[in-house]
Every structure is written in C-alpha cells, then in structure tokens.
C-alpha cells in the first residue's frame, strides 16, 4: 500500500526568509504524481505544485519549488521569500496512474510565517 | 472559476440523527470525492464516484454512505451519527484522468460536530 509521510506537525519562518517542508512516501509503482496542497485558515484547499515522477527536472511554481528525490522516496516544498500569505496546513499527496485520480494524503505540515 | 460548493460550513448534529451533506460542482466534473480531515491524521478518503449513480469505498466507508443521482452533485450520508464522526468534511471534484491526471479542487468543508 502507498503512504505518504510528513514529519513536521508544525514549522514557523520569518517573513522573507525560505523554508522547506519535507514528505517521503512509499510505493513499489514507477509511474506516479506528486502533489502539495496549501489550506490556508478557514479557506478552500488548493493546488500549488505538482511533479510528474518520470520528469527529473524539479518542479517550480514562482516563489515554490520541490526537490524530487526519486530514488530516496523523498519531495520537499521550498518556499522563498516567505509571505504572511503563505500561513496555511501544507499538504502532501500522492496518485499514480492507475487510481483514477485518488489522492493519498500525508498528516500536514502546519506552517506559520511571522512577521 | 471552478467551483465546489458544500451545504453547510458548521453542522451539530445529536448521536442517532441522520446526517445529509451535500456537494455540488460546477464544472461537469467527472469525479467527486469525500475526505474527511482530523488532526494529525491528513484527508482520508471516505467514498468517491466516477459517474452517476457508481461509487466506490475509500479507506474508511464505514458508517458512511453516497448518493450520486445527477452528474453535479455527490451527497454523503451519516445514517446514525456517533461521536467519533466529529470532523471536517471535505468534498473534491476532477475531470476525468484518462491515464494523466486532472487536479482535485475542494469545497471550503463542512465542521460537522455530533454531540
């Protein structure tokens, strides 16, 4: 069975300064998406980076970037620059290409930045 | 702009009462699902549909159950509320992958509180 793993219940960073948030998973497929969601205080959870895991490049979305580490299990969210906006639960989610779409979700990260 | 709509954003209900929550989609949707959010614990998925009238169990179906009669709209159902159903509610819809993937967005979730 696949798991998705996130370490960190709750991390803090200073406005500007850039943090990383880390997840590990487990599954034995080789075709497989990688997902991190952002839901920010009493508001709808939404998408902010995806990474196909037959691509090596790393995914990056302005501010957001990961580092995929097939081999290790291992995708971590770096954000830059961080903003008072980016105060939210960050998860972690994973599908591969045969569960039409179904989302395995890690434990969540609480992150807040302070000014 | 996709929307996911969900009945209620605060729900109290007794132990024993049957409990409706409802979902509606606006983007012909193919897939819609239902998570449930608890501390510590990230979304786990509870039921999800890939047409009208199918459903399929997730990873905790027990004491839940679906109704998907039109394409837009996916209902989940406490048929006898207990206490350990206190949670957040959270619905999602996708297009339909077709060997990809199509992103998931969410409903702003239902705290539904069973006393």
Redesign the interface.
Known sequence: AQT?T?SQ?EMSVQEAETVTLSCTYDTSENNY?LFWYKQPPS?????VI?QEAYKQQNATENRFSVNFQKAAKSFSLKISDSQLGDTAMY?CAF?N?NQ?????????TELSVKP | DVK?TQSSRYLVKRTGEKVFLECVQDMDHE?M?W?RQDP??????IY?S?DVKMKEK?DIPEGYSVSREKKERFSLILESASTNQTSMY?C?S?GR?G??????F????TRLTVL
Do not use: C, D
Request: glycine share 22%; charged share 10%; aromatic share 20%.
């Open positions: 998705v996130q219940p998406y508001r709808q959870m939404i998408l995806r998860f599908t290409y039409g779409g179904k989302l395995i979700f890690g434990q969540g | 996911v897939n699902f998570y510590g614990l990230g979304l786990r998925l999800f890939y997730g959270l999602a996708s992958a060997g990809g993937y199509n992103e998931q969410f409903g702003p979730g």
